[in-house]
């Protein structure tokens, strides 16, 4: 009886901490979703980093030659976020590695990172004081519903900001 009430209890606890999707957010209705905002462009500050995420783009079919799109399992498809990182401080400091992200799904699921050697720019570089790096990461994501991009500029920590990028 008391392990079903601590799964139930855990069960709980994990529905109350999922991303849900955005009231604003309508669906089409022919499986495509209208977003009125999306936090695309909108720079955020945390730990004297601002980070703007540019753009996402939802990737039709292979990445490359390791990652194709018949490797993704049904339902899925791999998506391209382009960020840029500014350094608000007179220090150089680092600057942000794949361990740094998480994309979140409208069910509160992590989407897997992919690590494709194709990609624009380099954030994970050391960032000059002032300075900015540029560059991308890409995930295999649902192939609709919105997604949460999360910035831990500490990864052993809870603090964040998120972008709804989709």
């Given at each position: 009886m008391?392990?079903?009430?601590?799964l139930l209890a855990v069960l709980l606890l994990a529905g109350c901490a999922s991303v849900h999707p955005d009231p604003h957010a309508a669906d089409t209705g022919n499986g495509t979703e209208?977003?009125?905002s999306l936090d695309l462009?909108?720079?955020?500050t945390i730990w004297n980093r601002s980070l703007t995420v540019n753009s996402f783009t939802?990737?039709?079919?292979?990445?490359d030659d390791k990652n194709t799109a018949d490797s993704l399992p049904e339902g899925e498809q791999y998506a391209r976020i382009a960020m840029t990182l500014q350094n608000?401080?007179?220090?150089d400091t680092a600057g942000a590695g794949p361990l740094n992200f998480k994309l979140i799904d409208a069910e509160g699921n992590e989407c897997s990172q992919v690590m494709e050697t194709g990609l624009e720019g380099n954030l994970v570089d050391r960032l000059p004081?002032?300075?900015q790096l540029s560059g991308e990461y890409v995930f295999e994501v649902p192939v609709s519903g919105e997604l949460i991009l999360e910035y831990h500029p500490d990864m052993f920590s809870d603090e964040h900001i998120s972008f709804r990028v989709r």
């Open positions: 008391k392990k079903s009430l601590a209208n977003y009125e462009g909108t720079p955020q939802a990737v039709k079919g292979d990445l608000e401080t007179d220090q004081a002032s300075g």
